[in-house]
């Protein structure tokens, strides 16, 4: 295996915490949490950026993984609960509270998959597949997040 496959399963799992046999998806929606905070303390457009620049990556090394391993949508493939977590928490006010009701929204939204999240992840291949059903699971997310927020202050 050459260094861009060993570079691309790395990411790709997380620093190797999806091989990790119980709930990769749960580890790698915590390992979101940290850059999520670090986005927080960003201009708004600029963490935007990031996240577009996250899930460009996610794309790419999903992708890549994929391949190196020959099989769809692996489970050790965590680079999209990382990418769903920050999204989730985008431009949200940071505190315990909103970072748990986050991750819980976003971990059972990325479990169940309601419409239309199931078609986005049956109609894309590869790593666009793999990323952007979890994409479209944060940004449900999100916005149940900010109304709640609206709804409690």
Request: include cysteine; hydrophobic fraction near 55%; glycine fraction near 10%.
């Amino acid at each position: 295996m050459i260094f861009r496959h060993h570079a691309a399963l790395f990411l790709a799992t997380g620093c190797y915490v999806g091989r990790f046999p119980v709930a990769p998806g749960t580890l790698g929606s915590l390992m979101g949490l940290p850059i999520a905070y670090a986005l927080a303390q960003m201009h708004w457009s600029a963490a935007v950026l990031v996240c577009l620049g996250l899930v460009g990556t996610a794309v790419w090394v999903a992708e890549a993984a994929e391949h190196e391993l020959a099989c769809k949508d692996p489970g050790c493939i965590i680079i999209d609960e990382i990418a769903g977590m920050t999204i989730t928490l985008l431009a949200i006010p940071m505190s315990t509270g909103t970072c748990v009701a986050g991750f819980i929204l976003f971990r059972i939204l990325d479990i169940c998959k309601p419409p239309p999240i199931r078609q986005i992840e049956c109609r894309l291949a590869g790593g666009w597949g793999i990323v952007m059903d979890d994409v479209a699971a944060a940004v449900m997310a999100n916005i149940a997040l900010r109304i709640g927020l609206y709804l409690i202050y």
